[in-house]
């Protein structure tokens, strides 16, 4: 008996493995798999500017990055006493000036590294919906709590996306040509601006993609239909009903590894598995001889696997 309708999953050809490092960028949804992705010992590098949700803001980040951009205090604003850049999440921001600076451009930095020598580049579309700073027309990343009298707010047009995306990928591969573009959309409902809103902007975004995959060389995967469809159940959401709970992502982690993993690598993803769940055991009574042989043992598994794979990140106690 069949209960519920499954996503077909074609297999890639562009795998993901652990000699080169996966480039991440965009809603929270990116956070699920580049955790994911780091928690196995995948090199992994998230989100330069930290979470950013619409597309032209996620083109803004990538074109800092390509360009090598470093921001100075007239690319900061402030509320109250305390410094952000716009084009940038919350987690940047700080009542010293000179502390965001630093932060913003080193991040820059390292991603510029990172993306250059990258196999893929996984692109997370979170929402259509922007806000524009009245005064400049300048689409914002995050608008930290300012004002909503700074702001206009409006849709993106699937024109609008495809040109910034079609643009930034001849940059992008004029670095790295081998790197491989995925793009997918955000599952997390936007539902401050209404569930009819949020449906227009999905919907934006999808074709937008879409259209982009007739362009260029890329792929698509599907974690909105996955969570629409097969998931279709608020059991399956934290508790606000808008965030995918841990099952979820679980769930969505074993498609996504079912389709970019090698069966070599997916193996190893098993046997890291297997070893932080020892790790991760405790002891009752730790000093107990059983505890301790326990522990020596466990190192040798770990300095045996690092041995094996040099390559990937070490595994350490």
């Known amino acids: 008996m069949k209960l519920f309708l499954s996503e077909d999953m074609p297999l890639s050809d562009k795998k993901i493995g652990y000699e080169k490092p996966v480039f991440l960028v965009g809603s929270c949804f990116s956070n699920n798999i580049g955790e994911k992705l780091d928690f196995y010992q995948f090199d992994t590098y998230l989100n330069s500017h930290g979470i950013v949700f619409n597309p032209l803001s996620l083109a803004k980040s990538l074109t800092d990055v390509l360009e090598s951009k470093q921001y100075d205090i007239k690319d900061l604003d402030t509320r109250d006493d305390i410094y952000f ?3 940038h999440h919350g987690e940047f921001s700080s009542i010293n000036e000179n ?3 630093d932060k913003i451009n080193t991040r820059i930095s390292s991603a510029n590294k990172v993306i250059q020598k990258s196999s893929h580049l996984i692109i997370t579309f979170g929402t259509a919906w922007v806000y524009e700073l009245i005064n400049t027309g300048e689409i914002v990343a995050n608008c930290h709590k300012m004002p909503s009298k700074l702001f ?3 849709l993106l047009s699937v024109n609008e996306i495809k040109q910034a995306f079609l643009n930034l990928t001849t940059k992008i591969k004029a670095i ?4 491989a573009f995925v793009y997918t959309v955000s599952p997390v409902r936007h539902i401050k601006d209404g569930l009819t809103e949020n449906a227009r902007s999905k919907a934006i975004l999808l074709e937008a993609i879409h259209q982009i995959k007739e362009e260029i060389n890329c792929e698509y995967f ?3 239909e996955i969570m629409m469809d097969e998931l279709r159940d608020y059991r ?4 606000d009903l808008i965030h995918p709970n841990d099952q979820a992502v679980d769930y969505i982690w074993n498609k996504f590894q079912h ?3 090698t069966d070599e690598t997916k193996l190893i993803v098993k046997q890291i598995a297997k070893l932080k769940q020892q790790m991760n055991h405790r002891f009752l009574h730790p000093d107990s001889n059983q505890a301790k042989e326990f522990q020596e043992q466990l190192k040798s598994k770990l300095l045996a696997f690092n041995k094996k794979y040099p390559h990937i990140k070490k595994l350490s106690v």
């Open 85 to 87: 850049s716009y084009h």
């Open 99 to 101: 502390k965001v600076l």
């Open 152 to 154: 206009k707010k409006r």
């Open 176 to 179: 790295n040509p081998g790197i």
């Open 222 to 224: 599907p974690s909105y």
């Open 236 to 239: 399956f959401y934290k508790q």
């Open 259 to 261: 389709a970019y993993l």
